[in-house]
């Protein structure tokens, strides 16, 4: 099937889930230690951005990701398997670089963005490069709404602006077909969800 990615979905909480989320990143613990090419190479000059300590561990994630699932699937119309969570943050200037999460076909990435106050004039946007249509995708960075494109698409998140000190967060779900799982749960960057 041919979508028009990204595939943008709002409100994708409840209000109430949506502020357990924001709670675990209220009180995660964050690291400067994240880069946006997973084959990041300790001697390149990309620059790095913030991550939460073990998000894997914390089942609200898991929550969040089972209700994203159902609703992605609806667009993909098959039956999806959750392989991966990815949390991202940066401040004005830590912007991130063109990259891909996996290299199939069959994997996508849903991202979420996580801040509950967060005014457009602050930046953000998440990119896509549509390699269809050859274009390049902006989507605004609205609070409890997020993008869904193929996993193996180019993609980046822009830095907020010299307007806010704030920190922009995103967590990126990654989810697989089912037919592609038994293929897919030998990857590094998968084996420690499973």
Not at 13 to 31: C, H, I, M, N, P
Not at 99 to 115: A, K, M, N, P
Not at 127 to 151: D, Q
């Amino acid at each position: 099937m041919n979508f028009n990615y990204p595939i943008v979905l709002k409100d994708v909480f409840s209000s109430q889930k949506f502020f357990q989320l924001r709670d675990e990143f209220k009180y995660g613990k964050w690291q400067l230690k994240n880069y946006s090419d997973p084959k990041h190479d300790e001697k390149s000059e990309e620059r790095v951005f913030w991550t939460m300590e073990n998000i894997w561990e914390n089942i609200t994630i898991y929550e969040c990701a089972s209700i994203i699932k159902l609703k992605i699937q609806k667009y993909l119309q098959q039956n999806l398997f959750f392989i991966r969570a990815h949390s991202n943050g940066s401040t004005f200037g830590q912007s991130s670089r063109f990259h891909i999460d996996y290299e199939s076909d069959d994997i996508w990435t849903f991202i979420l963005f996580t801040e509950k106050n967060w005014n457009t004039q602050w930046g953000g946007e998440f990119v896509v490069y549509n390699p269809i249509e050859e274009e390049y995708n902006y989507t605004s960075y609205i609070p409890n709404s997020g993008a869904l494109i193929p996993s193996n698409w180019q993609h980046y998140a822009m830095s907020p602006n010299e307007r806010t000190d704030k920190l922009r967060t995103t967590i990126a779900f990654s989810y697989c077909s089912t037919e592609s799982f038994d293929r897919l749960k030998n990857l590094k960057s998968v084996k420690h969800f499973l």
